[in-house]
Each structure stands twice: as structure tokens, then as C-alpha cells.
């Protein structure tokens, strides 16, 4: 099971900052919050990722909670391009032997509006 | 660059037949995972490979099969087709660090989606 909850879906005026909230409160300590994206039919594409501190790319910026229970993706000014499912993952080391994988959970579907 | 690669992009098989998929990772990573995407759901993993041996298998049948190759790139092999197999399947190549156990740089391809009916 998913270890994320997302809303099912948002809207956001194009121009804008589009806000997208994850709650992770069963996140252990070695593990990371990723963020991927899905346009439709394509194979999902990475965002971002963080550990503890905000992090920034060119792509958006990732806001984490001091208790890590919580992260915050924004888009800082969303096109009409940036319509997709947004997944929040978390994401970390593997100390029994098992594999890495990534356990997505169903996204919020964002959908920016003209 | 080129990312990672997956062959059919899309294909229609009958009930009760088999198909195979193809992946080609991304140069330098020698992990392949596998994943499920049906319609309205997140992907679902299905398995992972790492210098052609399997490390991990998610809750799917023993219909589905797989291999990795020297060259690292992949196959997946599904038998026995049910109208339940179709989906999106989805490829991702990672660079596996060992002494971290970690996978890291998880890349997507496109994905083959497959049609049964």
C-alpha cells in the first residue's frame, strides 16, 4: 500500500502557483519524499526529491514539514502543459534485502485552466 | 541521450495468447523495473532486475515472467493473456548502489500498451 494520501484532484488558473499537498505521517527517518508527474499516457516523469530541507529546481520546489509528516509540491507558475497526475512517493533505503521500488498511490490530477 | 526505450508502443492480443515486451534502460544503469498501469490506477510494480538476476517481485501471478540480458536490457513475458492483463506496462532503468542499497535516478519509458480482447 501506498504510504502517501493526495488529494484526488485540483485546478489551478494558468499563471499561477499550483499547491499540491502530501501527507507522509508514517515516514521513517531514511526515507525520501519523491515527486513524479504523469502526462496522459506517458510514463510517469521525475520532479523533484528531498530528504528533510526544501529543495529547488528548474522544474519546482519541494516543501517539506519540520516533522517530515507533510510535504508541499508548487509549481511557480503553472501552464497549460503542466495538466497531469502528480504522484508523491516515499522512497528509501532498503535494509532487509528486498528490492527498491517505487509504491505509487493514485495522485492528484491537476488540471490548470485557461 | 537517449532515455529509456520500450518496444511495441502498442499491441492487441487475444484471450489465452502470450506476449513478450521489450525494454532497453538507459546507458550506465544496470537495473529494470516493471510496472503495471491499468486504466484510473497508479503503476503497480511487477518485478526488478539487476545484473540479470531478479531482486524483487510484486503480487502478480506466475503468468508473468521476465528476464535481463548482458547488455541489461529486458524482457517481459506474459502468458496465457486474460482481458485483466490490459494496461499501460511500464519500464524504469535506476543505478543501483550497492553499498547503499539504494536504487537511485528511477527513469521512465513511454511504456507498451497492450490491448487484450
Known amino acids: 500500500d501506498a504510504k502517501t494520501t493526495q488529494p484526488t484532484s485540483m485546478d489551478c488558473a494558468e499563471g499561477r502557483a499550483a499547491n499540491l499537498p502530501c501527507n507522509h505521517s508514517t515516514i521513517s527517518g531514511n526515507e525520501y519524499v519523491y515527486w513524479y508527474r504523469q502526462i496522459h499516457s506517458q510514463g510517469p516523469q521525475y520532479i523533484i526529491h528531498?530528504?528533510?530541507n526544501n529543495e529547488t529546481n528548474e522544474m519546482a520546489s519541494l516543501i517539506i514539514t519540520e516533522d517530515r509528516k507533510s510535504s508541499t509540491l508548487i509549481l511557480p507558475h503553472a501552464t497549460l502543459r503542466d495538466t497531469a497526475v502528480y504522484y508523491c512517493?516515499?522512497?528509501?533505503?532498503?535494509?532487509?534485502?528486498?528490492?527498491?521500488?517505487?509504491?505509487f498511490g493514485t495522485g492528484t490530477l491537476l488540471a490548470v485552466q485557461p | 541521450d537517449a532515455g529509456v526505450t520500450q518496444s511495441p508502443t502498442h499491441l492487441i492480443k487475444t484471450r489465452g495468447q502470450q506476449v513478450t515486451l521489450r525494454c532497453s534502460p538507459i546507458s550506465g544503469h544496470k537495473s529494470v523495473s516493471w510496472y503495471q498501469q491499468v486504466l484510473g490506477q497508479g503503476p503497480q510494480f511487477i518485478f526488478q532486475y539487476y545484473e540479470k538476476e531478479e531482486r524483487g517481485r510484486g503480487n502478480f501471478p506466475d503468468r508473468f515472467s521476465a528476464r535481463q540480458f548482458p547488455n541489461y536490457s529486458s524482457e517481459l513475458n506474459v502468458n496465457a493473456l486474460l482481458l485483466g492483463d490490459s494496461a499501460l506496462y511500464l519500464c524504469a532503468s535506476s543505478v543501483r548502489r550497492d553499498r547503499e542499497r539504494v536504487d537511485y535516478g528511477y527513469t521512465f519509458g513511454s511504456g507498451t500498451r497492450l490491448t487484450v480482447v
Open positions: 528531498g530528504l528533510k
Open positions: 512517493i516515499v522512497w528509501g533505503r532498503n535494509y532487509g534485502g528486498a528490492t527498491n521500488k517505487l509504491i
